[in-house]
């Protein structure tokens, strides 16, 4: 069974940066597409970035697009999401998530996802 896990969220002000990090155990990494979504309280879970499985396609949603940089390390099993320019609407809880079959023209729905991280806590203050 694959297992995601998040680490770096936190609380940062408007305009700072924040790297996350999403390391897996338990597959074969290197042949999943790697997804962020997020979710803020009352809201659905929303697409942020995603990354294909040797990292040479990335695609981002419009909110997040020149601010923050999705890229992945096969040999560490691991995905990373850098954030800069944070805004207080990036506050959300930030889940990293993978497509056992490399990818979709979906990437962007939640659906297709296999496996999911706890999720980590990014809080941006005005």
């Known amino acids: 069974q694959v297992q995601l896990v998040e680490s770096g969220g936190g609380l940062v002000q408007a305009g700072g940066s924040l790297r996350l990090s999403c390391t897996a155990s338990?597959?074969?990494?290197?042949?999943?597409?790697m997804g962020w979504f997020r979710q803020a309280p009352g809201k659905e879970r929303d697409f942020v970035a995603v990354?294909?499985?040797?990292?040479?396609?990335?695609f981002y949603s419009d909110s997040v697009k020149g601010r923050f940089t999705i890229s992945r390390d096969n040999a560490k099993n691991t995905v990373y999401l850098q954030m800069n320019g944070l805004k207080p609407e990036d506050t959300a809880v930030y889940y990293c998530?993978?497509?056992?079959?490399?990818?979709?023209?979906?990437?962007?729905?939640?659906?297709?996802?296999?496996?999911w991280g706890q999720g980590t806590q990014v809080t941006v203050s005005s």
């Open positions: 990354i294909s499985r040797m990292g040479t396609r990335t």
């Open positions: 998530a993978a497509d056992r079959t490399g990818g979709s023209n979906s990437y962007y729905d939640p659906r297709p996802y296999d496996y």
């Open positions: 338990g597959g074969t990494f290197s042949t999943y597409a």
